[in-house]
């Protein structure tokens, strides 16, 4: 069985090492993120490039996804580098203070404007919720507040506050300078952090645009006010990850699994892609096996419908990056063999068409689902059709074939689809189906006599231009 979800797997120093990112690719990586919070320009070159060769050599196309920073709200630095923090005590966030002169009692705010984001008796969460402030007073440059859950508190940990509500904008200076890197470097997707609403996205979008690049946006729902934009968020981007560790310190764990349920299944109503992330086998940093726990999320997510799920730290700083990936591919694969046992095949009835490729897309899969069909081929400029038919769930391989290297690329994020390079212009006179059977053939994805249908546009080269499906039985000429 051809594993359906994707896996998307962040590098940094753990893949550095020479052989690593081969290994990731021969194991099933099918998309590389790039993190922006972390590392030079330098080390994101020397990773891009990595990736592509390792990729050229193990005959995978893999994708890369640029993970912009954001306005991470965070706090400065200890003179001693970490202070404990004892539960009753009083503690100061000071915009003014030195920021390498935090202590026991105090430390400094890199987002200055925090304090106009905050009143008194407002609840502010440390170190992804594990410290616990009560806002007690508000002064001109300094928030004062009462230690409710303290613990060890170390230099730079992020700041959300319980609810939501920071006003910072989603995209920083620094995020300009990357989303010009990115244009320059053909990265294929690029995430949008700490997104607020549709108009962050269009903004994005518009930068990219006018830096060169035609990179897919993926937009971060991790603030409160993302989930009360989400449709307007969905209808602006291209994929939504459920970001779900600052998601979850500030709606509350209690309400995680029925947001990233709801956020998934409303996001593949739109036909926009998704991506489950945020400790999904977090253990395995340090362990060469995930938790029962991890195993149970990751199959969940995969049950849920997620196009991808993502590992973190897990491969960019762990001890086992490639087993990480192969453990999350073992994961997904048994999910999913769970899923086709069960399988019920399901139609959209209750949409009206707005694009000839969507129309087509779902013909084909009614098809599919009512007959005996052992693949499906959308011959693409664009990837649009495959991506329509992978909405639909169907437990059927559609493969994208293609001619263009970024649609090649950007598939591998589709659910259920996969690359095929293919020129519909070089064929030597014959019927094109006969190229497509023989490539299908050699690839051992297909037998003789199986049904295949396959989709097309009239005129080649012509961007949504699919207007067409044949049913056909595969021979060899």
């Known amino acids: 069985m051809i594993r359906r979800t994707k896996i998307v797997a962040t590098l940094g120093p753990a893949t550095d090492p020479p052989d690593v990112l081969f290994q990731m690719c021969r194991a099933g990586l099918d998309v590389a993120r790039i993190n922006f919070s972390h590392g030079s320009s330098a080390d994101h070159l020397q990773r891009i490039q990595a990736l592509r060769a390792a990729s050229a050599l193990a005959g995978r196309y893999v994708a890369i996804l640029g993970d912009l920073s ?24 000071d915009t003014v203070l030195d920021p390498a002169m935090g202590t026991v009692s105090s430390v400094g705010i890199a987002y200055k404007e925090l304090i106009k984001d905050v009143a008194v008796g407002d609840t502010l969460l440390l170190n992804d919720g594990l410290i616990v402030l009560e806002v007690t007073l508000i002064q001109a440059t300094c928030i004062h507040t009462r230690v409710l859950v303290g613990g060890e508190l170390s230099n730079r940990k992020g700041v959300n506050r319980k609810g939501g509500g920071i006003s910072a904008p989603a995209l920083t200076d620094k995020d300009h300078e990357d989303i010009i890197f990115s244009a320059q470097n053909d990265v294929d997707y690029l995430a949008l952090s700490f997104v607020r609403n549709g108009d962050d996205v269009r903004q994005a979008r518009e930068l990219l645009k006018k830096a060169g690049s035609s990179a897919r946006i993926v937009a971060k729902i991790e603030r409160q006010e993302a989930v009360t934009e989400l449709a307007g968020i969905i209808e602006a981007s291209d994929v939504i990850m459920v970001a779900r560790g600052d998601l979850g310190v500030e709606m509350g764990y209690a309400a995680l699994t029925g947001l990233q349920k709801t956020i998934i299944q409303n996001t593949r109503q739109h036909n926009r892609i998704v991506i489950t992330a945020t400790q999904m086998m977090e253990s395995m940093i340090n362990s060469p096996v995930p938790t029962r726990a991890e195993v149970s999320d990751v199959a969940n997510a995969v049950m849920d419908g997620t196009d ?11 001890k086992y990056p490639v087993k990480a990936l192969e453990a999350m591919a073992e994961v997904i694969q048994g999910a999913e063999t769970y899923q086709l046992a069960n399988y019920k095949a399901r139609e959209r009835t209750d949409i009206t068409f707005t694009h000839t490729d969507q129309a087509i897309a779902n013909a084909v899969m009614y098809t599919a689902n009512h007959m005996n069909v052992r693949a499906i081929v959308a011959l693409t400029e664009t990837g649009s059709t495959a991506l329509w038919m992978s909405r639909l769930r169907s437990d059927i391989p559609i493969y994208a074939f293609t001619r263009h290297s970024d649609t090649l690329r950007r598939v591998t994020l589709y659910r259920g689809v996969y690359p095929v390079s293919f020129d519909l212009s070089s064929g030597g006179g014959h019927p094109l189906e006969f190229d497509v059977f023989e490539i299908l053939l050699d690839l051992k994805l297909v037998n003789e006599g199986d049904l295949l249908i396959i989709t097309k546009g009239e005129l080649s080269g012509v961007q949504g231009g699919t207007n067409s499906m044949r049913i056909l039985k595969v021979w060899r000429s």
Do not use: D, N, W
């Open 70 to 93: 954001g306005p991470k709200i965070r706090i400065e630095s200890f003179i001693e580098g970490r202070v404990q923090l004892i539960e009753g005590a009083a503690f100061a966030l």
């Open 308 to 318: 991808a799920v993502m590992l973190s730290a897990e491969t960019a700083a762990g």
